[in-house]
């Protein structure tokens, strides 16, 4: 079995560890890390509950081997809070009744989290088509896009 050594920052904290070639990102950050907050629903890039934010760029981590981030910086849910403080995305998801049973949630917010780091004036269309790639089985869209158009305005003023 094929080991790599990489050197990783999960949440602003720096680890090194030996991977091996069947491991994912995914794998690494739950198994590892027990970062748990980053969900397996598909293993295969089409529900988007597994997103993390690599370098300011959101990526599926079930499909991604970790060695391709050796040296980058991983954000993932457990992350976003400053403290006792929820980012103002995951405010706005609680705020507009986005969530249910909440295992699509930090997919999404993560892809949000994301999209209005790199350009917070994401037109609709721009959020639209970040929120296509996730799937949510129980809350319903229109909360999810109240939560986002939401998130958006409360970064804008904070
Ligand atoms: S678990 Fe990765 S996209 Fe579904
Ligand atoms: S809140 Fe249950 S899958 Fe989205």
Not at 20 to 38: I, M, N, S
Not at 119 to 130: F, G, Q, T, Y
């Amino acid at each position: 079995m094929a080991t790599t050594n990489i050197s990783i920052t999960v949440n602003g904290r720096q680890h090194d560890l030996l991977v091996d070639e069947k491991e994912t990102l995914l794998e690494v950050l739950r198994d590892r890390f027990d970062l748990t907050g980053t969900k397996n629903a598909c293993s295969y890039g089409a529900c988007g509950a597994c997103t993390v934010v690599a370098d300011n760029e959101a990526v599926k981590s079930c499909l991604l081997k970790p060695e391709k981030y050796n040296g980058k910086n991983i954000l993932t849910i457990e992350g976003l809070a400053d403290g006792n403080n929820l980012h103002p995305i995951q405010d706005a998801f609680i705020k507009a009744g986005a969530i249910q049973c909440g295992f699509c949630t930090p997919g999404f917010v993560m892809s949000l989290y994301a999209l209005f780091t790199n350009n917070l004036d994401a037109s609709d269309d721009e959020i639209k088509a970040v929120l296509e790639k996730h799937i949510c089985r129980c809350t319903g869209y229109e909360f999810i896009w109240d939560a986002a158009k939401l998130a958006q305005k409360m970064l804008k003023e904070r």
